[in-house]
C-alpha cells in the first residue's frame, strides 16, 4: 500500500528550500528573509528554534495576538504536526519553517529583526563523543546576537543540569548577554498548561528544570 500524500500545509509549514531562491532560477537564496513573506501583520517576530510539538509556540501566539512566532524545527515529521494545529485554527501570527536552525540564522533570518529567542530543552547528546552536536556555541550565540534587536531577549531552559551550566557559562561570559530576573515557575493547572512537552515531562518525573533569561544589549 503506498503511504497517504502529504498534505500541503502552506504558508504554516515552509522548509528551507521551499522559500523563492533570490539567485536567478538557480535554486539558491542569497538574501535574508523579509518577514512580509511569512506573515500577514507587520509586527514584533520571536523565534521557537527546536519548536518540536509546538506546544510552547501554539500557546504564546494564542496569547499574544500582537506578535509573530516562527518555529524553526530539524524534524520535518514534527514540524508538519505543528503546523496543522495552526492550520486547524487558521492562526495568522504562527508558522513553522522545517531545517536546520544554524543555516536559517546564517543565511535566511534579516539581522536585528527578532525580538526573542527561545531554545528550549535542546538535545543534550549524552555520549561524550556527541557533544560537539551540541546546539550552544559561541558561534550559536554570535548567530543569535546578530538577529536580536537591540534589547531583545533570549530564554532557554533545560532538564539536564550539566548541559545548562554550560549553556549559563557560555552565555554569561558573551559581552553582548546579561542576565535578568526569572518569573516565578507556575504550578501547571491542566495537562497543557506547560511551556513544552519536554518541561511536562521533565516535571513529572521529578526532575529539576533549569532556566535562563538574557537581554542583548547592542555595543
Known amino acids: 500500500m503506498k503511504p497517504a500524500p502529504i498534505k500541503d500545509l502552506a504558508p504554516w509549514f515552509l522548509t528551507l528550500d521551499d522559500l523563492p531562491d533570490t539567485d536567478g532560477g538557480t535554486g539558491e537564496r542569497n538574501e535574508p528573509l523579509d518577514w512580509a513573506e511569512f506573515f500577514p501583520i507587520t509586527q514584533p517576530v520571536e523565534l521557537d528554534i527546536g519548536c518540536g510539538r509546538g506546544l510552547f509556540l501554539v500557546n504564546s501566539a494564542l496569547a499574544h495576538p500582537e506578535t509573530n512566532y516562527c518555529g524553526i524545527e530539524i524534524d520535518y515529521r514534527e ?43 535542546p538535545d543534550p547528546w549524552w555520549k561524550r563523543k556527541h557533544r560537539r552536536r551540541r546546539l550552544f556555541t559561541d558561534t550559536f550565540l554570535d548567530l543569535i546576537a546578530n538577529v536580536l534587536v537591540n534589547e ?21 561570559h558573551h559581552d553582548s548577554f546579561h ?29 529539576e528544570i533549569h532556566r535562563g533569561r538574557w537581554r542583548f544589549l547592542a555595543d
Open 152 to 172: 531583545g531577549e533570549l530564554h532557554s531552559w533545560s532538564d539536564v543540569g550539566e548541559y545548562f551550566q554550560d549553556i549559563r557559562s557560555l552565555v554569561d
Open 79 to 121: 514540524g508538519r504536526r505543528t503546523a496543522r494545529r495552526l492550520k486547524k485554527r487558521s492562526m495568522d501570527n504562527a508558522r513553522v519553517l522545517g531545517g536546520d536552525a544554524i543555516r536559517a540564522l546564517q543565511q535566511l533570518v534579516p539581522q536585528n529583526s527578532v525580538a526573542a529567542v527561545h531554545v528550549y530543552f
Open 179 to 207: 542576565s535578568l530576573e526569572l518569573p516565578k515557575l507556575n504550578s501547571p493547572q491542566h495537562d497543557m498548561d506547560y511551556l513544552t512537552s519536554y518541561e511536562r515531562k521533565g516535571r513529572r518525573k521529578g526532575s
